[in-house]
């Protein structure tokens, strides 16, 4: 293996013989390029003889947070750039990283179009194919892949960069229906309350009448406890509290259900596309 020196705070490598050789460019909008695509990329440039150059883009760089993310998105991306730079070097494989700013688009088109021979391109989970097809001259990969659940613990524990796309709190789709159901008989008993009290008069002149409107006093306690238990029975469901019953009987469905499925394994493998 041909040695080269990466400089830490730059992301710039000294220049060696290995320059000539041609590259395959990672690219990444993250701190931290995923491992599938690290393998990925190793595995190729191994059998091919190629080289490696990484870049990591920075998109927000003037985020106004006073450079927190930015000092967050350097420390990540050294940290990366050491695990790419030890796997490169057991195989080996010639690698080179830097740290850039701004639209993907426009740092792969500059990239291309430098001195630095690029076959094709590899671009990282995040990135839309298209924005970077748009600007390449040369082939672009996407590496797709599925996150194990045993995962690399080591790994996730060295992950620094903070992500600021984080998703917000959903409820799920049970709980939704119990709160539809319990705003609508809420509003339903409500209603039932408000009719009896605002025409106290005409209510008392019918239902006194005997004879046949003997059946309205009945047909409103039903009307009354029909809406008022369903609301009720909504609001505790949606609080999350069961009758014993109900609760016994969804968990022998939930049983019988598992019991008929049968888990699919998952193909963990990397898998890249092309656009040329």
Same mark, same amino acid.
């Not at 003889?49 to 450079?67: E, Q, S």
């Not at 008989?185 to 008392?204: C, D, I, K, R, W």
């Not at 409103?220 to 949606?238: D, E, I, K, L, R």
């Given at each position: 293996?041909?040695?080269?020196?990466?400089?830490?705070?730059?992301?710039?490598?000294?220049?060696?013989?290995?320059?000539?050789?041609?590259?395959?460019?990672?690219?990444?909008?993250?701190?931290?390029?995923?491992?599938?695509?690290?393998?990925?990329?190793?595995?190729?440039?191994?059998?091919?003889?190629?080289?490696?150059?990484?870049?990591?883009?920075?998109?927000?760089?003037?985020?106004?947070?006073?450079?927190?993310?930015?000092?967050?998105?350097?420390?990540?991306?050294?940290?990366?750039?050491?695990?790419?730079?030890?796997?490169?070097?057991?195989? $080996? @494989? %010639?690698?080179?990283?830097?740290?850039? +700013?701004? !639209?993907?688009?426009?740092?792969?088109?500059?990239?291309? *179009?430098?001195?630095?021979?690029?076959?094709?391109?590899?671009?990282?989970?995040?990135?839309?194919?298209?924005?970077?097809?748009?600007?390449?001259?040369? $082939? @672009? %990969?996407?590496?797709?892949?599925?996150? +194990?659940? !045993?995962?690399?613990?080591?790994?996730?524990?060295?992950? *620094?960069?903070?992500?600021?796309?984080?998703?917000?709190?959903?409820?799920?789709?049970?709980?939704?229906?119990?709160?539809?159901?319990?705003?609508?008989?809420?509003?339903?008993?409500?209603?039932?309350?408000?009719?009896?009290?605002?025409?106290?008069?005409?209510?008392?002149?019918?239902?006194?009448?005997?004879?046949?409107?003997?059946?309205?006093?009945?047909?409103?306690?039903?009307?009354?406890?029909?809406?008022?238990?369903?609301?009720?029975?909504?609001?505790?469901?949606?609080?999350?509290?069961?009758?014993?019953?109900?609760?016994?009987?969804?968990?022998?469905?939930?049983?019988?259900?598992?019991?008929?499925?049968?888990?699919?394994?998952?193909?963990?493998?990397?898998?890249?596309?092309?656009?040329?």
């Amino acid at each position: 293996m041909t040695k080269h020196d990466m400089n830490e705070k730059t992301g710039k490598t000294t220049e060696t013989p290995t320059a000539n050789i041609p590259r395959i460019l990672v690219v990444t909008s993250k701190g931290h390029l995923t491992e599938p695509v690290m393998d990925y990329a190793i595995s190729v440039a191994e059998r091919l003889n190629r080289a490696i150059h990484a870049v990591y883009v920075n998109t927000l760089p003037f985020l106004p947070d006073g450079g927190v993310r930015a000092r967050h998105f350097s420390r990540a991306v050294r940290e990366s750039a050491t695990i790419f730079k030890e796997k490169a070097r057991q195989k $080996p @494989v %010639f690698f080179s990283y830097t740290e850039e +700013s701004g !639209k993907v688009g426009k740092v792969v088109h500059r990239l291309c *179009h430098s001195a630095k021979r690029i076959d094709f391109i590899v671009i990282d989970k995040g990135i839309r194919r298209s924005e970077v097809t748009r600007k390449a001259p040369v $082939p @672009v %990969f996407s590496v797709i892949y599925t996150q +194990s659940k !045993k995962g690399n613990p080591t790994y996730k524990k060295k992950h *620094h960069f903070n992500n600021l796309n984080t998703g917000g709190f959903s409820m799920s789709a049970k709980k939704t229906r119990y709160a539809k159901r319990c705003l609508i008989f809420g509003l339903g008993s409500a209603a039932l309350y408000a009719a009896v009290f605002t025409s106290s008069e005409t209510v008392m002149e019918y239902y006194t009448r005997g004879g046949w409107y003997a059946i309205l006093p009945v047909a409103t306690v039903f009307a009354f406890s029909y809406f008022h238990g369903s609301f009720t029975s909504a609001f505790w469901s949606m609080l999350g509290i069961e009758g014993s019953q109900k609760a016994a009987d969804e968990l022998a469905e939930k049983r019988e259900k598992s019991a008929d499925t049968v888990e699919k394994r998952r193909d963990e493998r990397p898998r890249a596309q092309v656009n040329a």
